[in-house]
């Protein structure tokens, strides 16, 4: 079964204060993993797409790497926008029809205080 | 920019009656997804649609729900009937392929009393 665990479940951050969100996964043929940035009430935005090990996005102050088994988003210096909860979810085959869903994890809530 | 519209914003039901939501997909993209958030949870999806074929709905509970997408384009589902566990955040998204990332909709948030 496809699973995807995110560390921590939150975390608070002074402004400045650069840290990294964790997301491990186990999946089946995976095609992509994807990061979200959920503001409450809201529906999740889109940030990134990782395909394959290695690979670096940058995007402002965050940054998002994959390996084999996990993906890293780096946050720089976060100012209190980036205030959030961050989703990450990996795209895999299913049985049923070949379809492409996502598969999310729980998110890990970020705050920065001023 | 493209969006994704949802309507309503809100729903209040009670246990027992019928609810249904709308969504608008951004124009041009031929899959649209419906997933369920529960406060804290990240969202799970409940029913793929490939134009206005379903492609994946094995996590729909069919007693109750249903989604349909007439021609290809708007997309509704419905809950029949509402209980409790429902309450939950709705979510509406398209893609013109998921391997370029999905665009979600704000959602409609269902509470049931």
């Known amino acids: 079964e496809d699973q995807v665990t995110q560390s921590p479940e939150a975390l608070r951050l002074q402004e400045g204060e650069s840290s990294s969100l964790n997301c491990s996964y186990t999946?089946?043929?995976?095609?992509?993993l994807f990061w979200y940035r959920q503001d409450p009430g809201k529906g999740p935005e889109f940030l990134f797409t990782?395909?394959?090990a290695g690979e670096e996005k940058e995007k402002e102050r965050l940054k998002a790497t994959l390996t084999k088994k996990e993906s890293f988003l780096h946050i720089t210096a976060p100012k209190p926008e980036d205030s959030a909860t961050y989703l990450c979810a990996v795209q895999a085959w299913t049985l049923q029809g070949g379809s492409e869903k996502l598969v999310f994890g729980k998110g890990t809530k970020l705050t920065v205080n001023p | 920019e493209a969006e994704v519209a949802q309507s309503p914003r809100y729903k209040i039901t009670e246990k027992s009656q019928a609810v249904a939501f709308w969504c608008d997909p951004i124009?041009?993209?031929?899959?649209l997804y419906w997933y369920r958030q529960i406060l804290g949870q990240g969202p799970e999806l409940l029913v793929q649609?490939?134009?206005?074929?379903?492609?994946?709905d094995s996590q729909l509970p069919k007693d109750r729900f249903s989604a349909e997408r007439l021609k290809g384009v708007d997309s509704t589902l419905k809950i029949q009937p509402a209980e409790l566990g429902d309450s939950a955040m709705y979510l509406c998204a398209s893609s013109i392929r998921a391997r370029y990332g999905y665009t979600f909709g704000s959602g409609t948030r269902l509470t049931v009393v």
């Open positions: 649609f490939q134009d206005e074929s379903v492609v994946d």
């Open positions: 990782l395909y394959s």
């Open positions: 999946v089946s043929g995976l095609r992509g």
């Open positions: 124009s041009g993209h031929a899959t």
